[in-house]
């Protein structure tokens, strides 16, 4: 079974404009984070936001929150006042424990369109 | 400056040939991660090291195999028994514990001649 899921393999957003990136995950670990990373064209992975599983307030970075809903297991990426520069894959990722060690491990990534 | 550097950007490997891409980090990691990344499938993990001269297998560790020697380094080396390594090959970096986000390399491309 998936741990991350990404349900969207494309999304289009109007520069200026709102957009929200979905990822739901499945553990049984009370003690996991969750993080988004962006990948440009150009191919390197830049860390984006953190949420830990005991954060009782969403995290916010700049132009990005994650809307954390727990019990639905749910940590949805929203960009705001989206730009050009935004367009790239985004990954969800999460961290839980497996045999000791926190391994991460990554959603497909949704690819994200800025139009202008 | 602290980073990650992997090299080459692009391989491109014979058939029946061993390749190894190089990953050094500057950054006083203890953990170190080597992904495949295909059209569509995210990143998968191939190996993982967390401490020198240890190394756990991923989930798609067939057809490669690691080292690290030095806390620095984790060069990964595509055998040829890895029947398609033609993919996006990313290492990273990073602590150990759940809240702590990964720093990755630029990535190295390999493709078949």
């Known amino acids: 079974a998936q741990k991350i899921t990404q349900t969207q393999p494309g999304m289009f957003v109007q520069e200026k404009e709102a957009v929200t990136l979905d990822c739901t995950y499945d553990t049984s670990d009370p003690s996991y984070g969750l993080f988004w990373y962006k990948q440009p064209s150009s191919g390197e992975m830049i860390f984006l936001i953190y949420?830990?599983?005991?954060?009782?307030q969403n995290a916010t970075e700049g132009r990005y929150s994650l809307n954390f809903q727990k019990a639905r297991k749910s940590a949805n990426l929203v960009i705001s006042a989206s730009q050009l520069g935004d367009s790239a894959m985004y990954f969800c990722a999460m961290r839980e424990r497996t045999g000791g060690s926190y391994i991460p491990t990554f959603g497909r990534g949704t690819s994200l369109i800025v139009h202008p | 400056d602290g980073g990650i550097t992997q090299s080459p950007k692009y391989l491109f490997r014979k058939e029946g040939q061993n390749v190894t891409l190089s990953c050094e980090q500057n950054?006083?990691?203890?953990?170190m991660y080597w992904y495949r990344q295909d059209p569509g499938q995210g990143l998968r993990l191939i190996y993982y090291s967390q401490i020198v001269n240890d190394f756990q297998k991923g989930d798609i560790a067939e057809g490669y195999s690691v080292s690290r020697e030095k806390k620095e380094s984790f060069p990964l080396t595509v055998t040829s028994a890895q029947k398609n390594p033609t993919a996006f090959y990313l290492c990273a970096c990073g602590g150990t514990y759940s809240n702590q986000p990964q720093h990755f390399g630029d990535g190295t491309r390999l493709s078949i001649l």
């Open positions: 949420q830990g599983s005991y954060d009782q």
């Open positions: 950054l006083n990691h203890d953990a």
